[in-house]
Every structure is written in structure tokens, then in C-alpha cells.
């Protein structure tokens, strides 16, 4: 995997991202009688790729433009600048036949499962809805029995007894695993997870995770994790990507990351999970403030108004994100080469 900006394209790539950009134009009184345009830079020059089978975490601050990157990847939002391609395919710039297959291949697991199941449709409907559209059943029959592998594959059994059940009167996990069952059905090889367990209750946390893993392992998947905590993502993930107003200032393999952080804002963000710090080797660093505008972007590193270790060059130059040994990379004026 790599993350730097000059990626060179290999064949077994699933996943490219090449220097991602997602501006948001501001609208309102300012930007009118503003000399020039402003923009939200959600996503602001993120690049990588990703190997099938392989697990990205994308852990970052809200506001740090992780949402915005899933939802670019699968197609919601057209990119700025840059672009995404899967298995060799720019998702953005391709014809209405490939498009469809793509949003088969490339599905997303919201947050709220809740507010992302149709509170009007049954189980049964909602799963069959997918299947209908990408029309991978011939009979009735057929359909009912793609539903119920789906449902038992999340663990919903006897499946029958879920057909008629509406997303209100299931609790928070079986909802989750409805809406990953709708998913599983229609055979994808990459899944954007955004937050899966934030909303579930904490004591079924785990199981869904476990979930998720087995059905990597049982379907060949790859996921793209897009988290707050690093603790979670040290448990599921390959590689680790750490985001901060719209730009990756670290990333590597997992076990790099979380033993040898080099960013003081990575270093933070396992100052604050107690159970890390101690792998770290590192001390408590707490951050002060918060995040910046994405609209008004501080000058220089945009760490530097928060970094306890900053110094004037911070605030003039902004660091660009360099490989420091195989695999390991910073955005960060401590480790950039001296000109």
C-alpha cells in the first residue's frame, strides 16, 4: 500500500485513490460580496491505494473530512479534482452499464442504521429492493433464497422469522446486520464501514466487528473503516490512514502506526485511548483547542495552531507527506528532508 501523492498503477490494485479533491463552495451573504470564492475543502489531496483483501482505517477528528472521502469513493460526490479508480475503472467518468455494476461492487455501511433502512419497507422488501434493481434473481424463488443466505450469513436466523419485521422493531445490532445483509446480497467486493458500531449498543460492539471480520474472510472483502478510535482500528485493520482537515498526515501498517506514531496529532489520538498508550511507549499529550475552519485553513501546517511541539517555520510552510521508512508516512516539518 501507499499513500504518497506519485502512485504507480499496478494491475492488482482494487482500490486508487489519486490526489482527491472535494470542495464544497460557500454560499451566503459572506461569499457574495467576498472578492473571491471560498470553499469547505472537505478532502484536500488524499491519495492511496489498496490492495483486495486488505483493511484500511480512516481514524481522524469529526471534521477531519473521512465521511466525505467514503462517500467520494462510492460515487455520491463527484471529486474537485483527482480521481478513484476500482479495479482499473475511474468510478466518476464511465458509462451507464459500468456505473450500475459499480454501485454493486462498491457498497457503503452508514453509521445509523435507523435513519439508513426505509422505516416504511420490511425486511424482506428491503433486501429484495437490491436485488431487484441489479436484477440478480430470475423467480420468486430465487429471491427468497438469496434473502435468506443473506440474513443467516449476519446471523438472523431462522430467517423467515425477519421477512415481515419493519427496522422499528428490531433492536439496534439486528439492524445493522439487516442493513449489511441488503449489502451481502448483492455481492460486493469493496465495503466502506462509516462508524458501523458507533450508534449499537456497546455490549454488541464486538460481535459486529466479529461479523464484519468472518465475512471478510468467508467472501474475500476489502474494507475501507472509517473510525474516531484507533483502539478499534488497531483490532481490525491492516493499514491505518490518519486524517486531519482534509489531508492524511500519517499512514502505514497498523502495527507501525500504533507502536512508532511519529505526528503529534497520531500521538495524541493514542494519548487518548488508555489501553494504547501504553503499546505507544508514548506520554499523555492533550490538545488544545479545536479543530480549525475547513473554510479558513490556518497558514502552514494545518496542525500548528493545536501542536504543542510547533515552531514559527509550522505556521509559514505547509509539509508535504513523505515516506519515512518502507510503508510509513508523515506530513510533518520534524521529519522533512532540510533544502
Not at 197 to 222: E, N, Q, V, Y
Request: hydrophobic letters at 40%; one cysteine or more.
Amino acid at each position: 500500500m501507499s499513500f504518497t501523492e506519485g502512485i504507480k498503477r499496478e494491475r492488482d490494485f482494487i482500490l486508487e485513490v489519486r490526489n482527491l479533491k472535494v470542495w464544497f463552495p460557500v454560499r451566503g451573504l459572506t461569499s457574495i460580496f467576498a472578492r473571491s470564492k471560498k470553499y469547505l475543502r472537505a478532502v484536500d489531496g488524499v491519495s492511496f491505494n489498496l490492495h483486495k483483501g486488505e483493511v484500511l482505517s480512516v481514524v481522524g477528528e469529526s471534521g477531519a473530512g473521512k465521511t466525505t472521502l467514503g462517500l467520494t469513493i462510492v460515487g455520491v460526490y463527484k471529486p474537485t479534482e483527482g480521481e478513484v479508480f476500482f479495479k482499473g475503472i475511474n468510478i466518476h467518468n464511465t458509462d451507464k452499464k459500468t456505473s450500475l455494476l459499480l454501485k454493486r461492487k462498491i457498497q457503503m455501511i452508514f453509521q445509523d442504521p435507523f435513519e439508513s433502512l426505509p422505516p416504511h419497507m420490511t425486511v424482506f422488501d428491503i433486501i429484495k429492493e437490491g436485488i431487484d434493481v441489479h436484477k440478480l434473481a430470475d423467480s420468486t424463488s430465487e429471491k427468497i433464497k438469496l434473502i435468506s443466505t443473506a440474513l443467516e450469513n449476519v446471523g438472523l436466523t431462522p430467517p423467515e422469522d425477519f421477512f415481515k419485521k419493519y427496522p422499528h422493531q428490531l433492536s439496534g445490532g439486528q439492524r445493522q446486520r439487516v442493513s449489511i445483509a441488503s449489502i451481502l446480497a448483492l455481492k460486493p467486493e469493496l465495503i466502506i464501514a462509516d462508524e458501523p458500531i458507533s450508534m449499537i449498543d456497546a455490549s454488541l460492539r464486538g460481535s459486529i466487528l466479529s461479523l464484519m471480520m468472518k465475512l471478510k474472510r468467508d467472501f474475500d472483502l476489502t474494507y475501507v473503516f472509517i473510525l474516531h478510535d484507533l483502539a478499534i482500528a488497531r483490532c481490525i485493520s491492516t493499514h491505518i490512514a490518519v486524517m486531519y482537515l482534509g489531508q492524511v498526515v500519517e499512514a502505514g501498517k497498523t502495527n507501525e502506526i500504533i507502536k512508532e506514531p511519529l505526528h503529534p496529532y497520531t500521538k495524541a489520538l493514542l494519548s487518548a485511548a488508555p489501553s494504547l498508550r501504553k503499546i505507544s511507549r508514548r506520554e499523555k499529550i492533550s490538545l488544545k483547542g479545536e479543530i480549525p475552519s475547513p473554510i479558513d485553513l490556518p497558514s502552514g501546517c494545518r496542525f500548528s495552531t493545536r501542536c504543542p511541539f510547533a515552531f514559527n517555520n509550522c505556521r509559514k510552510n505547509e509539509p508535504v507527506l513523505i515516506e519515512t521508512k518502507q510503508e510509513h508516512y508523515v506530513r510533518c516539518l520534524m521529519y522533512q528532508p532540510m533544502v
